[in-house]
């Protein structure tokens, strides 16, 4: 069957710090790739995808490139801030049924 | 609605006592899923539904959990018999879209927290 794995944690960095959260999967079919994000206290909600090889994903200064070669798609930022302080969860959609690896939580310091 | 709406957000219950979710999709979204998430782990897939259709339940754990979506839109997953081991934040989930690559994208509801004492 489908499963993602990605990076334990927890991660704390320093703010402008650089971020990577990795992010590898297996899958029969050709996936989409997504990571979703949890604030405290809200629901989990998109941060980003990608839908075929060798695309990247991007949105509020977070990037994910779809490696189909090594079937990774790992989360980096460049310069992380104190509100990016969450619960990151990387996904793969294969056939409409999408599968969660465990989540991966980020503090942020000042 | 504007987003997924959930209800009730807690329940308490005890041992051997029935509940019932129930989730507002998006309204227009094809697809509605429901899964399961214990602390520290990721959504676990429990079952989904096109339409009023349930397309897979592979992912519910034995026959007292079951779900439904009558008229296509909201969906009510009901637990039986409660354990303990049922305790766990349940989250409903909808999207555009069907199958296929290029879509996927889930929108999710804050979630029932249900404890099982």
């Known amino acids: 069957g489908n499963s993602v794995t990605q990076m334990e944690g927890p991660v704390t960095l320093s703010e402008e710090a650089f971020l990577t959260i990795n992010c590898t999967y297996t899958?029969?079919?050709?996936?989409?790739l997504f990571w979703y994000v949890q604030y405290p206290g809200e629901g989990l909600q998109l941060l980003l995808k990608?839908?075929?090889?060798?695309d990247k994903g991007s949105n509020k200064g977070f990037e994910a490139t779809y490696r189909k070669e090594t079937t990774s798609f790992h989360l980096e930022k460049g310069s992380v801030q104190v509100s990016d302080s969450a619960v990151y969860f990387c996904?793969?959609?294969?056939?409409?049924?999408?599968?969660f690896g465990d989540g991966t939580t980020l503090t942020v310091k000042p | 609605g504007a987003g997924v709406s959930q209800s009730p957000r807690y329940k308490v219950t005890k041992r051997g006592q029935d509940v019932a979710l129930r989730c507002d999709p998006i309204?227009?979204?094809?697809?509605l899923y429901w899964y399961r998430q214990a602390l520290g782990q990721g959504p676990e897939f429990l079952t989904y539904?096109?339409?009023?259709?349930?397309?897979?339940k592979s992912g519910l754990p034995n026959d007292r959990f079951s779900a439904e979506r009558p008229e296509g839109s909201i969906s009510t997953l009901t637990i039986q018999r409660t354990e303990q081991r049922d305790s766990a934040m349940y989250r409903c989930?909808?999207?555009?879209?069907?199958?296929?690559?290029?879509?996927?994208?889930?929108?999710f509801g804050e979630g029932s927290r249900l404890t099982v004492l």
């Open positions: 990608a839908t075929k090889a060798d």
């Open positions: 309204s227009g979204h094809v697809s």
């Open positions: 989930a909808s999207s555009l879209g069907t199958s296929g690559r290029g879509t996927g994208e889930l929108f």
């Open positions: 899958a029969t079919g050709y996936p989409s």
């Open positions: 539904f096109n339409y009023e259709a349930q397309q897979d």
């Open positions: 996904a793969l959609n294969d056939a409409g049924k999408s599968t």
